[in-house]
């Protein structure tokens, strides 16, 4: 059949021209570009991590629109009110620009500030410093976690600011790169506190996450002896910390596993640790008391299930978290990470209460610390231009 014949000399034909195509483009634009991705630098040495497979979001978890009913507050008036606490109904938040401010009949003052200007860009914020975690003591004064700086005490009145803990001092020989968050004793005598990474700073966090580093720490502060003991090590990304309502354990989020740990401070247990919470639906972020005797956690992001959760697919695959660095900027990479909000209530034993959602963050969006105060969550945010605020009713 002389057509079958054309059609077998014809594909013949045309796969040497596609072979021949094909080399030429090899050489020309795919074996340059080989060469360049392997010759490029990568910013990151990345460890393998495992995952279990991410909770299926039904029950307590199941996907809402609760935190759409939050409403902004001082909206374009502050950036990245990372965590918020209260005396009486006076707010106060360290922001993205280094300030410590303080919120008072709507009116947005600024208290303290830890590091000095300018303050334009993630560039500038190992100088001008990033206030994260934020307490209350027993005398009714501040303390402050600077990602930068260190551990500080700050009068709420005058604004004064006593150092407690530096970061320029190493501990058991490493460096405090990202303080992060801290919580205190009722009398005031110990402060709890993380430290992210011994090696990437704040401005870093991308690179931290992604590198899945073991190298976060917890720490206890005596007051009283101004020692710091270093309590856990090789966490991996050491993030949110809250004491339990007896003042038995800390718990501490370790964002990059998408779990909480445990850690017993007195008791029979003290010194011993374990799993409060493990595989996550999300990476948490701060954790935070709620009036129902459990905590408050907040995502900082997703994972979906039913879904795609980037993280999940890249954790075993450090060589394609490589080719990601060399060839994109954190900056590009974040962009990339879906912008679902998500709030967890854990009971006291860690199981989950129940959960408030903002798919695509419409109203409440990066959260970072949900702080309850008189029947309201003032929900902070690591990068947002507003708090907002959830009455608890509405939900
Ligand atoms: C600790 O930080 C200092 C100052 O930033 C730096 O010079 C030093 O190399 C760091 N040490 C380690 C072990 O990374």
């Known amino acids: 059949?002389?057509?079958?014949?054309?059609?077998?000399?014809?594909?013949?034909?045309?796969?040497?021209?596609?072979?021949?195509?094909?080399?030429?483009?090899?050489?020309?634009?795919?074996?340059?570009?080989?060469?360049?991705?392997?010759?490029?630098?990568?910013?990151?040495?990345?460890?393998?991590?495992?995952?279990?497979?991410?909770?299926?979001?039904?029950?307590?978890?199941?996907?809402?629109?609760?935190?759409?009913?939050?409403?902004?507050?001082?909206?374009?008036?502050?950036?990245?009110?990372?965590?918020?606490?209260?005396?009486?109904?006076?707010?106060?938040?360290?922001?993205?620009?280094?300030?410590?401010?303080?919120?008072?009949?709507?009116?947005?003052?600024?208290?303290?500030?830890?590091?000095?200007?300018?303050?334009?860009?993630?560039?500038?914020?190992?100088?001008?410093?990033?206030?994260?975690?934020?307490?209350?003591?027993?005398?009714?004064?501040?303390?402050?976690?600077?990602?930068?700086?260190?551990?500080?005490?700050?009068?709420?009145?005058?604004?004064?600011?006593?150092?407690?803990?530096?970061?320029?001092?190493?501990?058991?020989?490493?460096?405090?790169?990202?303080?992060?968050?801290?919580?205190?004793?009722?009398?005031?005598?110990?402060?709890?506190?993380?430290?992210?990474?011994?090696?990437?700073?704040?401005?870093?966090?991308?690179?931290?996450?992604?590198?899945?580093?073991?190298?976060?720490?917890?720490?206890?502060?005596?007051r009283v002896t101004k020692e710091v003991k270093v309590l856990m090590g090789g966490l991996r990304f050491a993030n949110g910390v809250q004491l339990s309502p007896s003042e038995d354990f800390v718990l501490v989020a370790e964002t990059t596993m998408a779990r909480i740990r445990r850690y017993y401070v007195s008791g029979l247990m003290k010194g011993g640790e374990d799993m409060f919470v493990e595989n996550m639906p999300g990476f948490p972020d701060n954790i935070r008391l709620s009036s129902s005797g459990g905590y408050w956690v907040a995502m900082s992001a997703i994972r979906a299930n039913p879904g795609f959760s980037m993280m999940d697919f890249l954790s075993e695959k450090p060589w394609i978290k490589r080719i990601i660095f060399k060839l994109l900027s954190q900056e590009t990479v974040i962009k990339f990470v879906p912008k679902y909000s998500l709030l967890v209530e854990l009971s006291d034993t860690g199981s989950y209460r129940r959960s408030f959602h903002d798919p695509n963050g419409m109203v409440a969006s990066y959260i970072s610390e949900a702080h309850e105060h008189n029947g309201h969550l003032y929900l902070g945010s690591f990068r947002s231009p507003f708090i907002c605020r959830l009455n608890l009713k509405d939900v």
């Not at 004064?141 to 990602?147: G, H, P």
């Not at 993380?194 to 720490?217: F, N, P, V």
């Open 1 to 222: 059949d002389s057509n079958f014949l054309f059609l077998f000399c014809y594909s013949t034909y045309s796969n040497k021209v596609f072979s021949v195509t094909f080399l030429s483009l090899a050489v020309a634009v795919i074996i340059p570009l080989f060469g360049a991705i392997i010759l490029l630098k990568c910013p990151i040495d990345p460890q393998p991590i495992s995952f279990k497979e991410p909770p299926v979001l039904t029950g307590p978890l199941e996907p809402n629109f609760k935190l759409r009913q939050a409403e902004r507050l001082f909206e374009n008036q502050l950036v990245g009110p990372e965590s918020i606490a209260n005396i009486g109904d006076v707010l106060f938040t360290g922001t993205a620009d280094g300030k410590i401010l303080k919120i008072e009949n709507g009116e947005i003052h600024t208290l303290a500030r830890l590091g000095h200007g300018p303050c334009t860009g993630r560039e500038d914020e190992p100088t001008c410093g990033r206030p994260l975690g934020i307490r209350v003591g027993p005398k009714n004064t501040l303390f402050v976690a600077d990602a930068y700086y260190g551990i500080f005490e700050i009068n709420p009145v005058s604004g004064e600011v006593i150092p407690l803990v530096s970061s320029k001092t190493p501990i058991e020989g490493k460096n405090l790169s990202f303080i992060n968050d801290l919580t205190l004793t009722r009398d005031g005598r110990k402060i709890y506190f993380t430290d992210s990474s011994s090696k990437w700073h704040r401005k870093d966090y991308s690179l931290l996450i992604m590198e899945a580093s073991d190298d976060g720490r917890l720490f206890e502060y005596d």
